[in-house]
């Protein structure tokens, strides 16, 4: 069975400039949940994707975006890089749109915005 | 008021003693519930979920669920030094809804 991986597994980028972060789900799974999570604090939902549709979202603001692939691998883009910004994004995949729990986090890409 | 609210410790408990870990949340309607441990340096994993009130046992860990009091907790038995981690309480309404994380408790389990 293969895991949830992420790429890159480190970055680092300046203000304004784009990152496109990548996420293979997990073997069977068809839901992509991305997270941000910030040295101290918990996870925080961006948004959720199911079969290539959006299935909800965080209180994140539009420059973050994502897409999901026909094999369910899936991108989480952030335009207009800020400070605030350099986190540790966590990708989750899980079977289904309903939210049992389950979720299989990747290692996650860790951010950092000079 | 925070939906799910962990005190971030650490929380420091000799080995072989019982942890107890405790969050609660706001919103009323939650369905579901969930401990996800996080050691340094690594992703989360799900260690646990309850969605009745009471408790529920698995091995050294038993969680325990008050939606009355809209309070989840969960206790560690016989800790282990392999049990230091940061424990995050989740939650979420339905299950077509998003699962919200708690800030986690810092967990050291003392040799």
Not at chain 1, 2 to 30: A, D, E, F, M, Y
Not at chain 1, 42 to 53: A, K, L, M, N, S
Not at chain 2, 92 to 104: E, L, S
Request: aromatic share 12%; hydrophobic share 30%.
């Amino acid at each position: 069975e293969t895991g949830v991986t992420q790429s890159p597994t480190h970055l680092i980028k300046t203000r304004g400039q784009q990152v496109t972060l990548r996420c293979s789900s997990q073997s069977g799974h068809n839901t992509v949940s991305w997270y941000q999570q910030a040295l101290g604090q918990g996870p925080q939902f961006i948004f959720q994707y199911y079969r290539e549709e959006e299935n909800g979202r965080g209180n994140f603001p539009p420059r973050f975006s994502g897409l999901q692939f026909p094999n369910y691998s899936s991108e989480l883009n952030v335009n207009a890089l800020e400070l605030d910004d350099s986190a540790l994004y966590l990708c989750a995949s899980s079977l289904g749109a309903a939210n049992t729990g389950e979720l299989f986090f990747g290692e996650g890409s860790r951010l950092t915005v000079l | 008021q925070k939906e799910v609210e962990q005190n971030s410790g650490p929380l420091s408990v000799p080995e072989g003693a019982i942890a107890s870990l405790n969050c609660t949340y706001s919103d009323r309607g939650s369905q579901s519930f969930f401990w996800y441990r996080q050691y340094s340096g690594k992703s989360p994993e799900l260690i646990m979920f309850i969605y009745s009130n009471g408790d529920k046992e698995d091995g050294r860990f038993t969680a325990q669920l008050n939606k009355a009091s809209q309070y989840v907790s969960l206790l560690i038995r016989d800790s282990q030094p392999s049990d230091s981690a940061t424990y995050l309480c989740a939650v979420n309404k339905n299950r077509d809804d998003k699962i919200i994380f708690g800030k986690g408790t810092r967990l050291h389990i003392l040799p």
